[in-house]
């Protein structure tokens, strides 16, 4: 009888063990695990878990814990640097948003975008989806080209004179100025390189709006060119200073350090200073 017993306890043991295995396989979902026993409610907690479950369950286990308790917490983020899983937490009163992960990834707490003080978030955004959105194309094409009379289709003119013709199959001719059909143009409408009709035609505000909208694109995408440019060579910059930094750390502190006859720990002030012109980098 004794022997009934343990097996059926071994069968059981061996049961359970399964069905933990296969649940912490299955993903976090397992952090909410309950007995199989339809009749019993009892979870299955994490002491059962170290109990039952193999070294290797055992560290998924103990993962999808820590990344439940950071998502959970107000005051830990994880790191959104690429490659990095190190969590963040967040010291309350500091007085600013940025934190610097251990990894020296510096980001913004309340929008996880880079530091960016002293900037708000929602100037950020608007930056960001700018550059990804394609809002500067469309003002480029407005700024730069003039859509075919007959397609449609944006048609760019970067020298030449007025006669345009159009890509196949459209193939339409027509006068970059005025947009007329080229076949009522000639020598008595101005000739290649101008346009009596566009001329006239202006002067009475036929174009007022279109040109209007083309000279607002235009000075829209010059503003834009000149501050992003700016800002992606600051930008590329920020993205360099991290491996000069570990260069700095590995390499060259340990030459200084020689050089100086001095222990690398009176040196860590220049290593301070390094990351102070790496963060100032973002105003």
């Known amino acids: 009888m004794r022997s009934e017993v343990n097996r059926f306890r071994s069968t059981h043991f061996m049961l359970l063990r399964a069905y933990i295995s296969t649940s912490i396989n299955d993903g976090p979902g397992c952090l909410m695990l309950r007995c199989p026993n339809p009749s019993c409610g009892a979870a299955v907690g994490q002491d059962m878990i170290d109990k039952l479950a193999s070294h290797e369950d055992k560290e998924k286990y103990h993962r999808y814990l820590l990344r439940s308790y950071v998502e959970d917490s107000r005051k830990i983020k994880w790191c959104p640097a690429p490659g990095c899983d190190s969590a963040v937490e967040y010291v309350v009163g500091s007085g600013s948003y940025d934190v610097t992960c251990s990894c020296s990834y510096s980001f913004c707490w309340n929008c996880a975008e880079e530091a960016h003080r002293p900037?708000?978030?929602?100037?950020?955004?608007?930056?960001?989806?700018?550059?990804?959105?394609?809002?500067?194309?469309?003002?480029?094409?407005?700024?730069?080209?003039?859509?075919?009379?007959?397609?449609?289709?944006?048609?760019?003119?970067?020298?030449?004179?007025?006669?345009?013709?159009?890509?196949?199959?459209?193939?339409?001719?027509?006068?970059?100025?005025?947009?007329?059909?080229?076949?009522?143009?000639?020598?008595?409408?101005?000739?290649?390189?101008?346009?009596?009709?566009?001329?006239?035609?202006?002067?009475?505000?036929?174009?007022?709006?279109?040109?209007?909208?083309?000279?607002?694109?235009?000075?829209?995408?010059?503003?834009?060119?000149?501050?992003?440019?700016?800002?992606?060579?600051?930008?590329?910059?920020?993205?360099?200073?991290?491996?000069?930094?570990?260069?700095?750390?590995?390499v060259h502190l340990e030459k200084l350090s020689e050089v100086h006859s001095q222990p690398e720990s009176q040196l860590k002030f220049i290593i301070e200073a390094w990351q102070q012109v790496s963060s100032g980098q973002v105003l």
């Open 119 to 250: 900037v708000d978030c929602e100037t950020v955004a608007k930056w960001v989806l700018k550059n990804s959105a394609e809002s500067e194309n469309m003002n480029w094409i407005l700024a730069n080209s003039k859509p075919c009379p007959k397609c449609k289709r944006p048609i760019e003119k970067n020298q030449g004179c007025m006669h345009m013709t159009c890509t196949p199959p459209c193939k339409f001719e027509f006068c970059w100025l005025c947009l007329g059909q080229w076949s009522e143009h000639g020598e008595r409408t101005g000739g290649f390189y101008a346009c009596n009709r566009y001329e006239a035609a202006k002067q009475e505000g036929v174009y007022d709006e279109s040109e209007r909208r083309r000279e607002m694109a235009k000075n829209s995408l010059e503003r834009y060119t000149h501050y992003y440019e700016r800002w992606a060579s600051n930008q590329s910059s920020r993205q360099k200073a991290p491996a000069d930094l570990h260069q700095m750390q590995s």
